[in-house]
């Protein structure tokens, strides 16, 4: 079956700094990933995504990096605001419309 | 706020209750899904319906677990016989059928 894990589940950042989340998925013919954005008390939020036929999409402060020869994917995070304080979840997608999740890295930003 | 609403926000029951949820997606969205999420753990795919279509089901939905969506619009999901297990957030989201996916703000069972 699919296996979505992330390396470190918590991770604490200066305000100001770069933050970079990692994600490891197992399976090779997942063609599509989504990151997203949980605070406490909501639903999950789209931050960013990428097929497979790219390795790297930018967004506003975000930056997806996909490297399918290692099956990794990383969410990387400019200038972290206390804002982004969240849970990040890594997504992929290899049969019809099953979105599999990670575990999830708790990000918290210190002023 | 995403759009697509739940209710309850909370449910407390005991043991072998039957409950029911209600997911309003964003209205012109064709595309509903539920997942299950519980604590320090990501979303788990339950189903997925396109307008009124059943078409995913996970292995994880059992027989217990029952998602209807008669209209097109609004979903349900029922959990029968509930078992302790079963507390988690149930999550619903919707798609105008590109790959972004609409997350509402979830429903706490908690089963006793």
């Known amino acids: 079956g699919e296996s979505v894990g992330l390396h470190l589940p918590t991770l604490s950042v200066q305000e100001g700094d770069n933050s970079i989340i990692n994600c490891a998925y197992s399976?090779?013919?997942?063609?599509?990933f989504i990151w997203y954005k949980q605070e406490s008390g909501k639903g999950p939020q789209f931050i960013i995504d990428i097929r497979s036929n790219m390795d790297k999409r930018q967004g506003q402060r975000v930056t997806v990096l996909l490297n399918k020869t290692v099956k990794h994917l990383s969410l990387q995070i400019a200038a972290t605001q206390p804002g982004d304080s969240a849970v990040y979840f890594c997504a992929e997608n290899s049969y019809g419309n099953q979105f599999y999740f990670g575990t999830g890295t708790s990000l918290t930003v210190i002023p | 706020d995403t759009g697509v609403s739940q209710d309850p926000r909370h449910k407390i029951t005991k043991r072998g209750q039957n409950v029911t949820f209600r997911c309003d997606p964003i209205?012109?969205?064709?595309?509903l899904y539920w997942y299950r999420q519980t604590l320090g753990q990501g979303p788990e795919f339950l189903t997925y319906?396109?307008?009124?279509?059943?078409?995913?089901k996970s292995r994880l939905l059992s027989d217990r677990f029952s998602a209807e969506r008669p209209k097109g619009s609004f979903s349900t999901l029922e959990i029968q016989r509930t078992e302790q297990g079963d507390s988690a957030m149930y999550l619903c989201?919707?798609?105008?059928?590109?790959?972004?996916?609409?997350f509402g703000p979830g429903t706490r069972l908690t089963v006793l």
């Open positions: 399976n090779s013919a997942s063609d599509y």
């Open positions: 209205s012109e969205h064709n595309r």
């Open positions: 319906f396109q307008n009124e279509a059943q078409l995913e």
């Open positions: 989201a919707s798609s105008p059928g590109g790959d972004e996916q609409f």
